[in-house]
């Protein structure tokens, strides 16, 4: 089973949609998460810190749920520029599974 | 320049050559990371080092090797290239805090032909 598993998708919804993606992880000791934005395999880039009693940013939301160990994200009101792959991130303390990544979720807005 | 670069952006090379992928961060960061990203496969970690003259293999190490003998720099060899190292690599780095993020340079595009 893989640390972190992700929906590959491809999750393809109209401009203004609202659309969510999940994320789940087998290490219950893991102590950050985070969701990452990749666009056509340039460098991932942080999207947001997912903190324990949920956080927002904009139309973003994300949420965690540490008894069931999966990670959301929501998007609301998609725009074209969203279009890309969404990857979960879990940090352990130490060693290698200090940043460990899910293989993304692709999401396409269409006009 | 502030940051995490990666060079050479683009490269080609022949099987069997020997090739080095240098990452150069300026945070001092401890963590620092390589990965592959092949199409379908997500990122996946191939070493990883948590300090100066610390390092480990990750998921896929076989036919790399990497140093650490400063903080800043991170290199990646292949040692012999193979057609199915054929990738881009990420070279990513992070502080020992609890709860940071982690930053990506831009990315190896190599080619082994």
């Known amino acids: 089973r893989k640390e972190v598993e992700q929906d590959p998708g491809p999750f393809n919804v109209p401009e203004g949609a609202t659309v969510a993606f999940n994320c789940t992880y087998s290490n219950s000791a893991s102590q950050s998460f985070f969701w990452y934005r990749q666009d056509c395999r340039k460098e991932p880039k942080l999207l947001m810190s997912?903190?324990?009693s949920g956080n927002e940013d904009g139309r973003f939301t994300a949420q965690l749920n540490r008894a069931s160990q999966y990670i959301s994200l929501l998007i609301r009101d998609s725009k074209l520029s969203d279009s890309a792959t969404y990857l979960c991130v879990v940090n352990m303390k130490t060693g290698r599974r200090a940043l460990t990544f899910g293989s993304g979720t692709r999401l396409q807005v269409q006009p | 320049d502030a940051g995490i670069t990666q060079s050479p952006r683009y490269k080609i090379t022949e099987t069997g050559r020997q090739v080095t992928l240098m990452c150069h961060q300026t945070?001092?960061?401890?963590?620092m990371f390589w990965y592959r990203q092949d199409l379908g496969h997500g990122l996946r970690l191939i070493y990883y080092?948590?300090?100066?003259?610390?390092?480990d293999k990750g998921e896929v190490p076989d036919g790399y090797v990497v140093s650490r003998s400063k903080t800043e720099n991170f290199p990646l060899t292949l040692e012999s290239a193979t057609r199915s190292q054929t990738s881009v690599y990420f070279c990513a780095s992070k502080s020992l805090s609890e709860g940071t993020e982690a930053f990506f340079g831009q990315g190896t595009r190599l080619t082994v032909v």
């Open positions: 997912v903190y324990s």
């Open positions: 945070w001092s960061h401890s963590y």
């Open positions: 080092s948590a300090a100066a003259d610390i390092t």
